[in-house]
T-cell receptor
Framework: DTAVSQTPKYLVTQMGNDKSIKCEQN?????MYWYKQDSKKFLKIMFS???????INETVPNRFSPKSPDKAHLNLHINSLELGDSAVYFC?????????????FGPGTRLLVL | AQSVTQPDIHITVSEGASLELRCNYS??????LFWYVQSPGQGLQLLLK??????LVQGIKGFEAEFKRSQSSFNLRKPSVHWSDAAEYFC?????????????FGKGTHLIIQP
């Protein structure tokens, strides 16, 4: 069974479009995250959700919005896509929020904006 | 703020040789430290973690890491690498006290295995 799953795996779209990436975890974890991995493989956290509350929002444009219909899902909506949004987006989850909690990652969604 | 440095962008090792990947962290208190591996086109997989206690931590796939507070290091080691170990390796630090910053990752070390 896949612990953290994401769809789609690949997403190719035009500038200006709106798109969503879905994430589901079946680990029973309370906290979920979205990370962005750039072309140089650098990983940066975008959002954390703990018990359906947005915990952090790093320097991420407000075109990005996480939505969590329930504890097992954290979807990422992106409006007005820009070329610089091209990256790999990873969803992750952890048992609880906190630095000592290992995070478990999904397989990633490769977004290409043309 | 916490930070993680992986000084080696690329490392090339012959199959069967030993491996050490370096990681240095900057954090005021006792850090929570992790190593992850990312195979090509895949997500990140947790190799091992350190919270406290024994400074030598065993992980999956034959990896181990040693926490050295005096050197602010958490280097990853493997006595004999296999071709399947070729991947990107990330060191990460977590914030004490349930901080909301998630994990802070280093920039990764790309491991190349020579036959």
């Amino acid at each position: 069974d896949t612990a953290v799953s994401q769809t789609p795996k690949y997403l190719v779209t035009q500038m200006g479009n709106d798109k969503s990436i879905k994430c589901e975890q079946n680990l029973g974890h309370d906290t979920m995250y979205w990370y962005k991995q750039d072309s140089k493989k650098f990983l940066k956290i975008m959002f954390s959700y703990n018990n359906k509350e947005l915990i952090i929002n790093e320097t991420v444009p407000n075109r990005f919005s996480p939505k969590s219909p329930d504890k097992a899902h954290l979807n990422l909506h992106i409006n007005s896509l820009e070329l610089g949004d091209s990256a790999v987006y990873f969803c992750a989850s952890s048992h609880r929020l906190g630095g000592r909690e290992p995070q478990y990652f999904g397989p990633g969604t490769r977004l290409l904006v043309l | 703020a916490q930070s993680v440095t992986q000084p080696d962008i690329h490392i090339t090792v012959s199959e069967g040789a030993s491996l050490e990947l370096r990681c240095n962290y900057s954090y005021g208190a006792t850090p929570y430290l992790f190593w992850y591996v990312q195979s090509p086109g895949q997500g990140l997989q947790l190799l091992l973690k350190y919270f406290s206690g024994d400074t030598l931590v065993q992980g999956i796939k034959g990896f181990e890491a040693e926490f050295k507070r005096s050197q602010s290091s958490f280097n990853l080691r493997k006595p004999s690498v296999h071709w399947s170990d070729a991947a990107e390796y990330f060191c990460a630090v977590g914030e004490l006290g349930g901080g909301a910053d998630g994990l802070t990752f280093g920039k990764g070390t790309h491991l190349i295995i020579q036959p």
